[in-house]
């Protein structure tokens, strides 16, 4: 029993297969996943998925590479959809200072506001963080992001990093990159984060685990994440996957 706390099922990637893809996880044990909708374009093509599909469920934001393209009246698009019963958090949001694709400025100030509308609505956020880690720790200490917590997604910080956001009330998220040879700073900093704190994901079609590195990435392949946790962790795969199964259950409130 597992569940994928971070795909991109509506990807064109899957155009050619999608049905076939999910039918792949539930056949390997995966018995929820949540999409990420994080744009103009990938916002509806999620909420499709969560309609047609009892066990996917949604997260829907403004991605850090998109803020320059967010107007206001999408922050009103992302408080109507947070009334969905399957929408579960506001995200991915964060910070993105590796693509030069929208001003820090921008990033910055769409972020905050997405943590606003996260505690007004009472929904838990999932960071996209990528080389910014002092400002999404200023920016979340600042906007009170404790209050409602969230997912640190597919992390690859240092402990010290990790330890501020558990004491931030936020779960860490680990993906594919554990499963690398040379992924020594991630599989360090998984053996630290407690059990009851850490979740699984793929962030499928991209980042596959090995063995298929290099190849499409997807939500069956949650569980070569989950068999490199419990290694490290020194426990079963199945113990593995009932915690991170019902830690995602509790901070998301699936079914």
Request: net charge negative; aromatic share 8%.
């Amino acid at each position: 029993m597992l569940i994928d706390t971070h795909t991109h099922l509506d990807s064109k990637d899957f155009d050619e297969d999608r049905a076939q893809t999910i039918q792949r996880a539930v056949d390997n044990g995966v018995t929820r996943m949540v999409n990420i909708g994080f744009n103009r374009e990938t916002i509806p093509t999620t909420m499709q998925l969560v309609e047609a599909y009892d066990f996917i469920y949604g997260v829907v934001g403004w991605h850090p590479q998109d803020a320059k393209d967010m107007l206001p009246e999408d922050l009103i698009w992302i408080e109507e959809l947070c009334k969905h019963e399957k929408v579960v958090a506001i995200g991915e949001i964060g910070l993105d200072y590796h693509w030069d694709t929208s001003p820090k400025e921008t990033q910055q100030r769409v972020f905050r506001e997405q943590i606003q509308l996260a505690r007004k609505v009472k929904m838990p956020i999932v960071i996209h963080n990528r080389e910014a880690h002092q400002d999404i720790l200023q920016i979340l200490k600042e906007e009170q992001a404790a209050e409602v917590g969230g997912i640190m997604h597919c992390f690859s910080g240092s402990w010290e990093t990790a330890k501020a956001c558990l004491d931030m009330n936020f779960y860490i998220s680990f993906g594919g990159p554990v499963t690398y040879k040379n992924a020594k700073q991630p599989k360090e900093v998984l053996a630290l984060v407690p059990l009851d704190r850490l979740l699984l994901e793929t962030d499928s079609p991209y980042l596959t685990p090995h063995p298929y590195r290099g190849k499409r990435n997807e939500s069956a392949y949650v569980k070569l994440v989950a068999e490199a946790a419990a290694a490290i962790h020194h426990v079963s795969l199945e113990e593995i996957a009932q915690i991170t199964t019902n830690n995602a259950i509790r901070l998301l409130g699936l079914k």
